[in-house]
């Protein structure tokens, strides 16, 4: 089993839905929760950080953190054009100076107009 | 602000030919560096990192090294590139609380 699981999709939603996208993970140490966003042929550009449970958002991204659960989601309101891309989690425990990174897959999102 | 450089943006070499990739950050001191390798529709894999000068962690066995002569450049090297090498490269740093800024990435085909 993977440390992390995300659904591959491909996930076709219309513009101006509500999109939730999902990650699972196994161990229970880690602390620290991001979101990324790629383009294709780009590299990821973080889009969301969070810190142990709880939600948090900005403009119209909601990153949520259920550690009971071991179940992290983003939310993106009024979804654009401009938000079709792959959704990567990822996460890592609070010890090491390494500072390593746990990924999921993506999740590929088209948001048709 | 921060940046991050990376160098060739896209690459085609033959195999058995050496490589040589560069990625170099600005606007930070001591970051921690990490190259990944992302194959095409797959998630990124951690090809190696570094906590400061000279110290390298490889964590998959590979053809490639890794190398950090000055505090802010990481180079990613092969002296005899493998078909199984193509991919996408990117170079990323991590700030003190562990959130990774990526650089544009390379595009390596090895043919």
């Known amino acids: 089993q993977k440390e992390v699981e995300q659904d591959p999709g491909p996930l076709s939603v219309p513009e101006g839905a509500i999109v939730s996208l999902n990650c699972t993970y196994s161990?229970?140490?880690?602390?620290?929760f991001m979101w990324y966003r790629q383009y294709s042929r780009k590299g990821p550009e973080l889009l969301m950080y969070t810190y142990s449970s709880g939600n948090k958002e900005d403009g119209r991204f909601t990153a949520q953190v259920d550690k009971s659960s071991k179940y992290i989601s983003l939310f993106i309101r009024d979804s654009q054009p401009s938000d079709s891309a792959t959704y990567l989690c990822?996460?890592?425990?609070?010890?090491?100076?390494?500072?390593?990174?746990?990924w999921g897959l993506g999740t590929s999102l088209a948001v048709n107009p | 602000s921060q940046t991050i450089h990376q160098w060739p943006a896209t690459l085609v070499q033959p195999v058995g030919s050496p490589l040589s990739l560069e990625c170099t950050v600005e606007g930070t001191s001591n970051p921690n560096l990490y190259w990944y390798r992302q194959a095409a529709g797959r998630g990124l894999q951690l090809l190696f990192y570094s906590v400061g000068i000279g110290q390298i962690s490889s964590e998959v066995p590979q053809n490639l090294s890794a190398s950090r002569p000055q505090d802010r450049q990481f180079i990613l090297s092969s002296k005899k590139l493998l078909l199984s090498d193509s991919g996408f490269y990117l170079c990323?740093?991590?700030?003190?609380?562990?959130?990774?800024?990526f650089g544009p990435g390379t595009r390596l085909t090895v043919t």
């Open positions: 990822a996460m890592r425990r609070n010890a090491g100076n390494n500072r390593k990174l746990i």
């Open positions: 990323a740093w991590s700030t003190p609380l562990g959130e990774q800024y």
């Open positions: 161990n229970s140490a880690f602390q620290y």
